[in-house]
C-alpha cells in the first residue's frame, strides 16, 4: 500500500538541518488521516519510525503549508567540553547574546559542505555556463577521480542545446515586448491591478522561490518532454554505468546527472530539479552577497545606526479582498480589527530627519534578485564591488521563464534570541558516567502516557536527582528540559570528539529566532570567546 502522491502534494515550511534533531510539520494534500495510519502502524497508533523519521499527531487542516510560512525557529542546544572555569564569564556573554543579539549571518549550512559550494554552482548556472555547472556537481560526487574525469571530458565534449534555446527565447520575448505595445490600455490597466496584488501578497516571501502557476509547470513538463525528443542522444555505456554507479544517497547529484543520459540539452539537467532543491543554489549566491555586505556595513559603522542605512516600515492599506482568501496566513492575528487591511512593506533610507525613530534592530539590506531593490546610500559602490569579486551584476539575476525566478528582497543585519534562557552545568555536579541530554520532543512522546517516569528513575540515582535539584536553584523548571543519562551509548562517539567530555563542564541553552536566522551564528557570539 502507498498513498499515491506527488512531491507537490507534500508541503512543509523549510528545509531543517539533517544533522540536527529536529521536529516540523508536513501537509499531505486531501489524503486520509487513517490511510497513513495503516500505512505507518506498528501496533502503536501515536508514532511510528522509520529511518529515523518519526511521525505522529495527525490532524486536517483546511489550509497546506508553504514556503516561509512560519514565524520562526525554537530550539535547544547542549555545548559540551567547556572549561570549568569560565562560568563567570559565560553569564556575562549569554547576557550580551539575550539583550544585544548578533549579526545576523547566514550559516555555513547555506552554503553546503562539500567540495563545491552550493554559490559556485549558482554563479554558474545564472551565468548561463551549465557546462561548468555539470562539472561543479560532478565534482561533488564520491566517484573516483578517474570516473569523474570521463564525465567531465564527455560534457565538455557535448554540443549544448540550451544554448539554441536561449536565443529562441530572446527572440520571442523581443516579439513579446512589441506586441504588448499593441494591447489596450484597459488590459495594461487590468494586468497591473493584478501584478500590484500579487506584489503585495508576496512581500514576505524572500529569495528565489519559483512561483510558477499550474499552467506554466505543465508548459515546461512539455518543454522538457519535447527538449528530450528533438535531442535524443547515443549515450556511451561507460557514462550510463558511471551515473548510475552514484550512490542514491547523492540525490541532487544524481538527479542531475542522470538527465544527460536522454538529452544534450545541459539546462534540462537543472530544471528536473524539485524547485525547492534547485533553488538552493540561487539562496546560497544571495546569502554569500549579504554576508560579505554585512561584514563591511559592521565596519565601518558598528552597532549604531548610519546615515544611509536602509530600515524596513509597514504600511496599512485595504486590500479590496476579503480575508477568507486562500494566501491569508492561519497565524494572523486575532486583534486585526478589519479583515481587509494589508500591511505593505516599504524601504525607506536614513537620513538626519528620521534616524532617531530607529535603531540597529531595523536596518537591512537587500538580497540581489530580479525585483528592483533599493541599494542602501551608504553602501552602493561596495555592493557593486562585491557582485564583481564574484563575477555578476544585478543583470545576471533576472528571471528566466520555466527555469528560475529570483527576486531579491530585505533582511535584518541584526537579530536578537527571544524565550532565551541559558545554565551552566559544572561538570562537579555529574558522575563521570552520566551525561546531560535535552528532553527532546520523541522522548516526550514515548513517554506521555507514563505516569510513573520508569525511564527517569531507572537512569537517575539519587546522586544525579540532587545534581539536578541545585540546577534547578539556578533555573526554574529545567526538571522538563534536561535528563541525566549513563554515557555507555554516546561514549564510543564523545571521547573521539571531546576527548575531556567527562571532566569538563557543558551549557544548556534555549531560545527561539527569527525565520532564516541560524543557532549556529549565534553560539558564535558565545563560543569565540
Not at 554559490?119 to 573516483?144: A, C, D, F, P
Not at 544611509?308 to 486562500?326: A, K, P, R
Not at 564591488?385 to 527576486?407: G, Q
Request: charged share 25%; with cysteine.
Amino acid at each position: 500500500m502507498n498513498l499515491s502522491k506527488k512531491n507537490t502534494d507534500i508541503s512543509y515550511c523549510g528545509i531543517k538541518d539533517k544533522r540536527a534533531i529536529t521536529v516540523q510539520k508536513f501537509c499531505i494534500h486531501k489524503t486520509n488521516k487513517y490511510d497513513i495510519y495503516n500505512l505507518i502502524s506498528n501496533n502503536n497508533n501515536k508514532w511510528f519510525c522509520n529511518n529515523n523519521v518519526y511521525i505522529s499527531n495527525l490532524e486536517y487542516k483546511r489550509k497546506k503549508l508553504s514556503l516561509g510560512n512560519l514565524n520562526g525557529n525554537h530550539f535547544k542546544v547542549i555545548i559540551r567540553g567547556v572549561h570549568n572555569n569560565v562560568k563567570s564569564n559565560f553569564h556575562i556573554l549569554s547576557e550580551n547574546l539575550r539583550t544585544k543579539g548578533f549579526v545576523n549571518y547566514y550559516g555555513h549550512q547555506r552554503f553546503g559542505t562539500k567540495q563545491i559550494k552550493n554559490y559556485e554552482i549558482g554563479i554558474s548556472i545564472l551565468k548561463r555556463n551549465y557546462k561548468q555547472s555539470l562539472s561543479y556537481v560532478i565534482q561533488n560526487t564520491e566517484l573516483k577521480d578517474e570516473d569523474k574525469q570521463n564525465l567531465i571530458t564527455y560534457i565538455n565534449e557535448l554540443t549544448d542545446h540550451s544554448i539554441y534555446e536561449n536565443a529562441i527565447d530572446k527572440k520571442k520575448k523581443k516579439n513579446q515586448h512589441t506586441n504588448e505595445h499593441i494591447k489596450s490600455e484597459n488590459l495594461i490597466e487590468k494586468k497591473n491591478i493584478y501584478i500590484k496584488t500579487d506584489e503585495q501578497q508576496n512581500d514576505h516571501m524572500c529569495s528565489s522561490q519559483m512561483n510558477e502557476s499550474t499552467t506554466d509547470t505543465k508548459k515546461k513538463k512539455k518543454k522538457i518532454d519535447i527538449s528530450k525528443e528533438n535531442h535524443n542522444i547515443s549515450v556511451p555505456q561507460e557514462i550510463i554505468n558511471i551515473i548510475n554507479s552514484i550512490s542514491n544517497h547523492s540525490y541532487v547529484e544524481k538527479t542531475i546527472l542522470n538527465s544527460i543520459k536522454n538529452s544534450n540539452n545541459l539546462k534540462n539537467a537543472f530544471m528536473n530539479l524539485p524547485k525547492d532543491i534547485f533553488s538552493l543554489f540561487i539562496h546560497a549566491i544571495q546569502s554569500i552577497v549579504f554576508n560579505l555586505l554585512v561584514s563591511i556595513r559592521m565596519k565601518k559603522f558598528g552597532l549604531q545606526i548610519a546615515l544611509g542605512d536602509l530600515v524596513e516600515i509597514y504600511e496599512q492599506h485595504h486590500s479590496g479582498y476579503s480575508s477568507l482568501d486562500e494566501s491569508s496566513d492561519d497565524n494572523t492575528s486575532d486583534n486585526t480589527n478589519n479583515d481587509n487591511m494589508l500591511y505593505e512593506s516599504k524601504i525607506i533610507p536614513i537620513t538626519e530627519n528620521n534616524i532617531s525613530l530607529y535603531n540597529i534592530y531595523d536596518v537591512v539590506l537587500p538580497l540581489p534578485g530580479d525585483k528592483n531593490i533599493v541599494l542602501p546610500p551608504n553602501l552602493k559602490e561596495e555592493y557593486i564591488k562585491v557582485l564583481e569579486t564574484i563575477n555578476l551584476t544585478l543583470e545576471d539575476f533576472k528571471s528566466e521563464k520555466h527555469f528560475f525566478n529570483a527576486s531579491g528582497c530585505y533582511r535584518k543585519i541584526v537579530v536578537k534570541p527571544y524565550n532565551f534562557k541559558s545554565i551552566f552545568i559544572k561538570n562537579e555536579l555529574n558522575d563521570l558516567n552520566k551525561i546531560p541530554i535535552i528532553k527532546s520532543d520523541l522522548y516526550k512522546l514515548k513517554n506521555e502516557d507514563k505516569e510513573n517516569n520508569t525511564f527517569i528513575k531507572e537512569q537517575l540515582p539519587n546522586k544525579t536527582n540532587q545534581a539536578s535539584s541545585q540546577i534547578i536553584t539556578e533555573q526554574q523548571n529545567v526538571e522538563d528540559e534536561l535528563i541525566y543519562v549513563s554515557n555507555e551509548q554516546y561514549h564510543e562517539y564523545l571521547i573521539k570528539e571531546i576527548p575531556d567530555y567527562q571532566t569538563t563542564s557543558s551549557i544548556y541553552l534555549t531560545c527561539s529566532l527569527p525565520k532564516s536566522s541560524y543557532i549556529t551564528v549565534a553560539l558564535m557570539e558565545l563560543l569565540k570567546n
